[in-house]
């Protein structure tokens, strides 16, 4: 029972992460149509960028993570610029912002390579909270309970933003269409720039709490990330966040008990047989609605 | 004529590399000029390279196992559009990217048929005459198809679906059609790829070939049949010669480059609207 249970909680904290990196994965591709295979960048930039402060100024956990929200928002905001305004400006489709983020892939993560010297770096032990909060019944990692209520955090506000507030209707009309959207009032470059920023803070949050979590930071940290976010965010479907928080838990709790009771060869298998079976049964995700088609 | 020789022993492996890749290329083209974005071509190459693999090992004839590999292509290529073809263009890509993760997944699991985490070796090199030769027949096929009742029709679909149905064309059969050709280019790209590599695992159809050759395709060109042969050769050739002249950073260059062919010609290096439009203002003179 002891056993169940905190294995219960490495899996909502590992799926936590997916769930967070899912959400920013997400919000790119609801608003703006862009598969973007440099937002595991985001998350590799943004944990580099936080042990990087951590190290030469020695700050305390919290302003840490405001590193990486910060660090993960400029990345995303440069790559927005840099890559895919010359193309929205030209009215280039989506395959034309899919090409650039592979560009920007391939440079960020060789830089990130650079940046790490090539190895696996972790953040040091005083840099964050690594007690337990308590042992008894069972142990309480103060890293996972953050890391889950960080998730729980964010998705809630960003459900009530986007669902309930003049800002999200904003965002979500730019996504439907953004010359439409001008038309009535709304500013949308303004809203793209807040929504690449969003996506790449959340994503550089799941990238430290990833780094600090698995004590890994380096390029292979955003991959990870990447590939099982993405599965988040086809089971829990792209337009909806609460979709993608529970999809995300479900395939950490699942991709963990299947290591503990199963085999830990099938992990990854469990996690995509999951995804096809989506794909088969569910195309459009969780709480995706079938009348709901993009023009 | 010496250095000539030195040359070509040389760059033969690149040369041989930007053909297979042209191959990869070709497939995903085939989708492309559809209007579909899919990832897919990794998974018909999977099934194809490792069932060519194992009828090499088994000592069957090349020409069989081109055959056999562009088959199996073909029919998981009809039983995937049959799925994909349900869902919207978004959906569509993500799903074929999903296809290829678990790609890799049932190449792990299925050791007796792949070898497993160890991969297959291959006891056989790809002969030259071969790959050109099929290369040669593969661009004279897309030259016909392109200007054939299927390629009109397909380019069509893909400016404005609503306008090519109006015009009687049958969009399901349009599309299937796209599917089978890149299911059959993309089988045989898999078996070359093969033989080529001559070992190949779990990882050679994965993520980062799926990446780089939709966009070795787009950065040739997705809207004529040489583009993707072109962008394929661009792709394989660029980090060889940012690798000579900024050793070190040779993927940064590979990105910069990418980046910037993308920003300035954002329809590929092969364009006919461009080609036209100019021969158009020229003709208005």
């Not at chain 1, 720039?193 to 990238?207: D, H, M, P, Q």
């Not at chain 1, 909806?240 to 395939?251: C, E, Q, S």
């Not at chain 2, 890749?21 to 990794?42: E, K, P, W």
């Amino acid at each position: 029972m002891e056993l169940f249970a905190s294995q219960l909680l490495n899996g909502l904290s590992l799926g936590s992460l997916y769930a967070l990196f899912g959400i920013g994965f997400g919000l790119v591709f609801a608003t703006m149509g862009i598969l973007n295979a440099a937002q595991g960048c985001y998350a590799t930039w943004a944990a580099i960028i936080a042990l990087a402060a951590a190290e030469s100024l020695g700050l305390p956990f919290p302003l840490i993570i405001l590193a990486a929200v910060l660090g993960g928002g400029v990345v995303a905001i440069g790559v927005d610029q840099l890559g895919f305004q010359p193309l929205r400006a030209r009215k280039v489709d989506m395959l034309g912002a899919l090409i650039t983020s592979i560009a920007f892939w391939m440079i960020l993560d060789s830089l990130a390579g650079f940046a790490t010297g090539q190895q696996s770096l972790s953040f040091p032990a005083w840099s964050y909270p690594g007690y337990m909060l308590t042992t008894n019944p069972i142990p309480l990692p103060a890293m996972q309970i953050i890391s889950i209520s960080t998730l729980i955090v964010i998705t809630v506000a960003m459900h009530y933003m986007i669902a309930h507030t003049r800002l999200g209707s904003a965002i979500r009309a730019v996504g439907w269409n953004p010359v439409a959207a001008s038309l009535g009032g709304v500013n949308s470059r303004t809203i793209i720039l807040l929504t690449a920023a969003l996506a790449g803070a959340i994503s550089g949050l799941a990238g430290l709490l990833g780094g600090v979590l698995t004590s890994n930071v380096s390029f292979t940290l955003g991959q990870s990330l990447m590939l099982k976010g993405f599965a988040a965010v086809v089971v829990g479907g792209y337009t909806d966040v609460r979709g993608t928080a529970i999809a995300g838990l479900l395939l950490g709790v699942l991709e963990v008990f299947c290591g503990q009771y199963i085999s830990t060869a099938l992990r990854d298998g469990f996690t995509y047989s999951l995804l096809l079976l989506f794909l088969l049964v569910r195309p459009q995700g969780l709480f995706g609605s079938r009348g709901f088609i993009r023009a | 004529m010496e250095f000539l020789s030195d040359l070509w022993a040389v760059n033969r492996i690149t040369v041989a590399y930007a053909m297979v890749n042209a191959f990869f290329a070709l497939s995903c083209y085939a989708v492309l000029q559809a209007g579909f974005l899919s990832f897919s071509t990794v998974t018909f190459a999977a099934i194809g390279g490792f069932l060519g693999a194992q009828m090499v090992i088994h000592g069957y004839a090349l020409p069989l196992v081109f055959l056999a590999s562009g088959v199996a292509g073909t029919v998981s290529a009809l039983l995937v559009a049959l799925v994909f073809l349900r869902l919207s263009s978004h959906w569509m890509a993500l799903a074929s990217l999903a296809l290829v993760l678990i790609t890799r997944v049932v190449v792990l699991n299925a050791p007796a048929l792949t070898g497993g985490v160890m991969g297959l070796s291959v006891p056989m090199a790809l002969p030259m005459e071969w790959l050109t030769a099929l290369l040669a027949i593969a661009m004279i096929c897309f030259w016909a198809l392109y200007n054939s009742w299927f390629g009109i029709a397909s380019r069509v679909l893909r400016e404005d679906p609503s306008v090519a149905a109006c015009m009687g064309v049958d969009l399901r059969k349009v599309q299937f059609t796209a599917f089978g050709i890149s299911g059959f280019v993309g089988g045989l790209a898999g078996v070359l790829l093969a033989l080529l590599l001559q070992y190949i695992s779990p990882d050679t159809y994965f993520i980062s070939i799926a990446f780089t050759m939709i966009a070795a395709t787009v950065l040739g060109g997705s809207h004529h049949w040489l583009g993707p042969i072109l962008g394929a050769a661009v792709y394989t050739v660029l980090p060889i010669a940012s690798q000579a002249v900024l050793p070190h950073v040779q993927d940064v260059a590979a990105g910069v480059v990418l980046l910037l062919i993308m920003i300035f010609l954002p329809r590929g290096l092969i364009d006919p609207r461009a080609f036209r439009l100019r021969r158009a203002a020229r003709g208005a003179k």
